[in-house]
């Protein structure tokens, strides 16, 4: 075969093996990412910033409050399913405390939680928000505490279940510190493994 020939098929050839490596190799790191923080929403009403920084199990990086928000609640954060797929059906996860952290030097803020059961919606199907379950409120209102657990026993048995996304949420605490400014590091679902 001639040159002219050869090199243009060789160099499509090289072209198509680096990009299927260069998408195998980026797709494989966005999994494992997923895997450490999957993509839920989080939102912070009080237009502060570092929302993200609660989630990132690095307790020297902070959310600090600035602001009052203008509706009940300061920050939400959409935390994990309740359920994990095997293969064949959805699992029920059995989960133990919610742990939240204060800001290095410093205690944790009076606060309410409503802890939401939110709706597990398949947002191909379905043009609306999700449906948000009260599981329970928590008041929280100690001084002088840097790390608390609260446990999680009020939530429901969840079952084994076939299709998605029925009886399937994600764990949602939201958050309203009482008073005009706080500071945390933390917050943490633990889960019986």
């Known amino acids: 075969m ?7 098929i060789l160099f499509c050839v090289v072209c198509i093996l680096f990009g299927n490596y260069f998408l195998y190799s980026g797709t494989n790191q966005k999994i494992e990412r997923y895997k450490e923080n999957p993509p839920f929403r989080i939102e912070d ?6 929302l993200s920084f609660l ?3 690095n307790p020297s990086t902070v959310w600090r409050k600035i602001r009052n928000s203008p509706v009940d609640f300061d920050f939400f954060l959409e935390m994990q399913l309740s359920h994990v797929w095997d293969g064949k059906v959805f699992q029920p996860r059995k989960f133990e405390s919610l742990s939240v952290e204060a800001c290095p030097n410093d205690t944790i803020p009076p606060f309410t939680l409503r802890f939401l059961l939110r709706e597990s919606i398949n947002v191909d199907k379905e043009l609306r928000m999700p449906k948000d379950i009260v599981s329970f409120v ?4 100690e001084k002088g505490k840097h790390q608390i657990s ?3 026993d009020k939530l429901p048995k969840f079952q084994i279940e076939t299709e998605y996304p029925k009886n ?8 309203k510190l009482n008073g005009g400014t706080g500071c945390l590091a933390e917050v943490k679902l633990k889960e019986v493994l």
């Open 168 to 175: 399937i949420y994600i764990l949602t605490p939201e958050f």
């Open 2 to 8: 001639r040159p002219v020939i050869v090199f243009p």
């Open 150 to 152: 609260i446990p999680l």
């Open 45 to 50: 009403v009080t237009a502060s910033t570092g």
């Open 138 to 141: 928590h008041l929280f209102q």
């Open 55 to 57: 989630l990132d199990k």
